[in-house]
C-alpha cells in the first residue's frame, strides 16, 4: 500500500512541475520591421520567480513556416528565473551587429538554426502569428503581431503574463526595440527619462549665448530620489560620454511620478562651429535606462544679415500675359550680402533663390523670377537671378525671404487693396524705411513702363523731383501762322527744395513719343519750388503743320545749381 502510494505521488509531482514549465515561457517582444538586413529578433521572458528552463530544442513556428529550431549561441540554452532570452537569427553577427551593446550581459542570447525566421523572414507589413513551441512541439504561447510599426520598432508585451490579446501589446516607444530589459511600453515602479533636447537660439551667431535645455520627466509608478543629470560636450562626436567632455552636473532629488523638471545650461559664448551635446540622466534604481540619453546638435555661424537688412522692394503678381511674375529686393544696408542658399517663400511653399556666392551689393537691387523673357518686356539695369519661384496670388499673398541660417529678413502680406493688381502694373514699395507690412508704404507703380525692375520706384519720393502734373492747350483747334498756347503745372514732389528747373517743349514730328533734339521748340525756366509746391508755365508757339500733331514736355533740373546753393548753405 506504501509502494503504491509513494508512486502515484511522484506522478503527481511531475505533472506539477511539468505544467509550471509550460507556463512559464512567454513571447515578451517581436522585431518584425528592423532598420536593415538581418536584424529580426523575437524576445522570450520566464515569469517563474525560482525555476531556469532549459529551451535546448524549443522551436519558433513563424505563420505557415516550418518551425525554426533554437539553438545554443555560445552562452547555453538555459533561461534563469525572471530573465529575457533574445533569439536571433543564425547569420547575424553579435559583435558587430545593430543590437551590440544594446543587450544587456544577462540577457541569455539564441539563434536559430537557419538564416531566417520563416521562408524568408518576417512580413512587415502584413500581420503574421507566431508560435513558441517546446521540443514535441507543444504550443507554448503564440501571438499575431499588427503590422502598424514604424521601422525599427518592433510590437512590445505591456504586462509580462499569460495575456497574449492585442490589448496586452503595443508598439515600441524607442527605436530598435528593447532586446534583453524591460519593455519600453511597460509601466515601471522607477523610470526616469531624459523626455526633451533643445538649445536657445536655435540658430546661434557668433557672440550669442546658447542655452542648454533638457526635460527630465518621472513616468514611473514611484517618486525618484537621488539623481544626475549631466551634459557632454561630445568633441569627438562619437556620441559617447566621456569624462572629459562633462559641462555639466547637477544633483536632483524627490521627482515625483508624472511630474517633469526643466535642466538648463549655459555656454558662454561658444566660437563659430558645430557642436554635439549628450544630455544623460544617471538614476541606478532606473529600470528602463534605454531613455536617459539624448544627443543633439547645434551650429554657431558667423555674423549675416540682420532684419531688413534686405528688403521686398517691388512686386510683380499681376502681369500682362504672357509676361512673368517676379519680385524685386533692395539691399538697404551699408554692407555686401550673399544671397547664397537664402529661400523666398509665399503663403503656402517655398524656393531656394540661388545654392551659388552671390553677392548683393549695398544700395542695389535684384531681380528674381523664373522666367529670363522677361527682359523682353523691360530695361533691367540690375542683376537677375532665375528662380522657379512660387506663383503669386491675385487675391492676395505673402511674399517671405530667408537667409542661409533660417532667419526672416523681410516678409509681408499683400492684397489687391495695396495695388498692383491691374492694368499689368507692378506693386511699388514707397519708402526703404517704412515697414514692409504697412498697407501705406505700397502703391501701384507710376511708371510709364508699367514697373521698375532694377531701379528706383516710381512712387518713391527722389531727393529731386518735379512732376508734371498736367499739360493742355488752350484750344483744341489752332490756324495755321497763329500762335497757340501751352499751359503746364508743375510741382515740386521730391524731398528737397528746388531752386530753379526748365521745362522743354518738344514737337513730336514722327510721333514715337520719344523726344529728340532736332524735335525741341521751347524752353522756360521755372522759379523755385518748395517741398509740395506748384507752379503754372505758360509757353506759346506757332510751330505745328495742317493735320495732327503731337507734343511733349519734359523738365531738366540745374544741377549744378542746386549743388552751389547746397554748398552755400552747408557754409
Do not use: C
Not at 555560445?74 to 525572471?82: A, I, M, R, S, W
Not at 526672416?408 to 511699388?428: A, H, K, M, T, V
Amino acid at each position: 500500500m506504501k509502494k503504491m502510494f509513494l508512486i502515484i505521488f511522484t506522478f503527481l509531482f511531475t505533472k506539477f512541475v511539468s505544467s509550471q514549465t509550460d507556463t512559464s515561457i512567454i513571447i515578451s517582444e517581436v522585431m518584425f520591421n528592423p532598420i536593415s538586413g538581418n536584424n529580426e529578433f523575437i524576445e522570450l521572458y520566464n515569469l517563474s520567480s525560482t525555476q531556469s528552463i532549459n529551451l535546448n530544442g524549443w522551436k519558433i513556428k513563424y505563420y505557415t513556416s516550418t518551425p525554426d529550431q533554437i539553438v545554443d549561441a555560445g552562452f547555453g540554452t538555459v533561461l534563469p528565473p525572471k530573465s529575457y532570452a533574445i533569439i536571433f537569427e543564425n547569420d547575424y553577427n553579435l559583435s558587430s551587429g545593430i543590437y551590440s551593446g544594446l543587450v544587456p550581459a544577462n540577457a541569455l542570447i539564441l539563434k536559430i538554426a537557419d538564416n531566417s525566421f520563416g521562408t524568408s523572414g518576417m512580413a512587415n507589413t502584413t500581420s503574421r502569428p507566431v508560435w513558441l513551441l517546446r521540443a514535441n512541439n507543444d504550443t507554448i504561447d503564440a501571438y499575431t503581431y499588427s503590422a502598424n510599426n514604424s521601422t525599427s520598432f518592433s510590437d512590445e508585451k505591456i504586462l509580462m503574463n499569460r495575456d497574449s490579446s492585442q490589448t496586452n501589446w503595443a508598439n515600441s516607444l524607442v527605436a530598435n526595440g528593447t532586446p534583453g530589459f524591460k519593455n519600453s511600453v511597460s509601466p515601471s515602479n522607477y523610470d526616469l527619462q531624459l523626455s526633451s533636447l533643445k538649445f536657445n537660439p536655435e540658430f546661434p551667431v557668433i557672440g550669442n549665448n546658447v542655452d542648454i535645455i533638457a526635460q527630465v520627466k518621472n513616468p514611473g509608478i514611484l517618486s525618484a530620489q537621488n539623481f544626475f543629470v549631466r551634459f557632454y560636450n561630445d568633441i569627438n562626436f562619437d556620441s559617447t560620454a566621456q569624462n572629459n567632455e562633462l559641462i555639466f552636473q547637477q544633483n536632483y532629488s524627490n521627482l515625483v511620478s508624472n511630474d517633469s523638471i526643466t535642466v538648463t545650461h549655459t555656454l558662454i559664448s561658444p566660437q563659430v562651429g558645430t557642436y554635439q551635446i549628450i544630455a544623460l540622466v544617471v538614476f541606478n534604481e532606473d529600470e528602463n535606462p534605454i531613455n536617459n540619453r539624448r544627443v543633439g546638435r547645434f551650429t554657431v555661424n558667423p555674423p549675416g544679415a540682420q532684419f531688413n537688412d534686405i528688403i521686398i522692394n517691388e512686386i510683380m503678381y499681376a502681369p500682362t500675359s504672357p509676361q512673368p511674375e517676379w519680385v524685386e529686393l533692395l539691399n538697404k544696408s551699408s554692407n555686401p550680402i550673399n544671397l547664397k542658399r537664402w529661400r523666398l517663400f509665399d503663403a503656402t511653399s517655398s524656393v531656394l533663390i540661388t545654392s551659388q556666392d552671390f553677392i548683393l551689393q549695398p544700395d542695389s537691387f535684384v531681380v528674381i523670377t523664373a522666367d529670363s523673357s522677361i527682359i523682353n518686356y523691360f530695361q533691367i539695369p540690375s542683376r537677375i537671378i532665375r528662380a522657379s519661384i512660387p506663383a503669386l496670388n491675385n487675391n492676395g499673398d505673402a511674399v517671405v525671404i530667408k537667409d542661409s541660417l533660417g532667419f526672416i529678413i523681410d516678409s509681408l502680406f499683400y492684397l489687391p487693396s495695396w495695388g498692383g493688381n491691374i492694368g499689368g502694373r507692378s506693386l511699388e514699395r514707397i519708402s526703404k524705411d517704412n515697414p514692409s507690412n504697412d498697407p501705406t508704404n505700397w502703391r501701384t507703380s507710376t511708371s510709364p513702363f508699367r514697373a521698375t525692375p532694377g531701379k528706383i520706384n516710381s512712387v518713391t519720393p527722389k531727393e529731386y523731383d518735379l512732376a508734371i502734373t498736367s499739360f493742355k492747350s488752350d484750344k483744341n483747334y489752332a490756324i495755321l501762322g497763329e500762335e497757340i498756347l501751352f499751359k503746364a503745372t508743375v510741382k515740386n514732389i521730391g524731398l528737397n527744395f528746388i531752386p530753379t528747373s526748365t521745362l522743354l517743349l518738344y514737337r513730336d514730328a514722327n510721333q514715337d513719343s520719344i523726344p529728340q533734339t532736332n524735335e525741341l521748340i521751347k524752353q522756360t525756366i521755372v522759379q523755385a519750388l518748395n517741398i509740395n509746391d506748384s507752379v503754372t508755365v505758360n509757353i506759346n508757339t506757332n510751330v505745328f503743320d495742317e493735320g495732327m500733331n503731337r507734343y511733349i514736355y519734359i523738365y531738366k533740373i540745374y544741377q549744378m545749381m542746386i549743388q552751389q546753393i547746397t554748398f552755400l548753405l552747408l557754409q
